[in-house]
């Protein structure tokens, strides 16, 4: 008996740190959590990062910036101009009222009941969609303007505390 429930234990626990992942990662699909990025011209991306619901608004900001260097860093550049930046909440309802019918037999006793909820939820996410230039046009200082090693140097101890 108690082989089995250590072993049930042991695998609960595999499953759940399976389940939860790096909160720094691509997005695989449209409408999963993580970043992606698009080229819009030779020298001017799109970077996104979708937060899950239990992100914060200033870590989704985070990521994005985080991704932004990144992308300049891959192609060749050192600075990057953000161009155009928007946080926008994500938030998505669900539930609602239900009604229930059960009975149950206890002997010696027979009963029913009925249940009605007026439940539901609100949850909310966010997501940071950033436009940045790269290239030789790009000071080294200036209004949204950034270096990327830099950036990536102060910001990867916010990332790496994510990524259990």
Do not use: W
């Amino acid at each position: 008996m108690k082989t089995r429930l250590i072993t049930l234990l042991l695998g609960c626990t595999l499953l759940a740190a399976c389940a939860s992942g790096p909160a720094y990662r691509p997005a695989v699909r449209a409408d999963d959590f993580g970043y992606r990025d698009t080229m819009l011209t030779s020298d001017r991306f799109r970077v996104s990062f979708s937060g899950d619901y239990a992100m914060a608004r200033e870590s989704v900001e985070t990521f994005a910036l985080f991704r932004a260097a990144d992308v300049a860093l891959a192609h060749g550049a050192t600075h990057f101009r953000i161009n155009s930046r928007e946080t926008s909440p994500v938030t998505s309802n669900g539930g609602g009222p239900s009604t229930s019918i059960g009975y149950g037999y206890g002997y010696p006793f027979f009963g029913t009941g009925i249940g009605y909820s007026s439940g539901g939820y609100s949850r909310t996410r966010y997501e940071t969609v950033l436009e940045i230039q790269i290239g030789p046009d790009i000071p080294d200082s200036g209004p949204e303007i950034y270096d990327a090693n830099e950036l990536k140097r102060n910001l990867s101890p916010s990332v790496a505390s994510t990524q259990d």
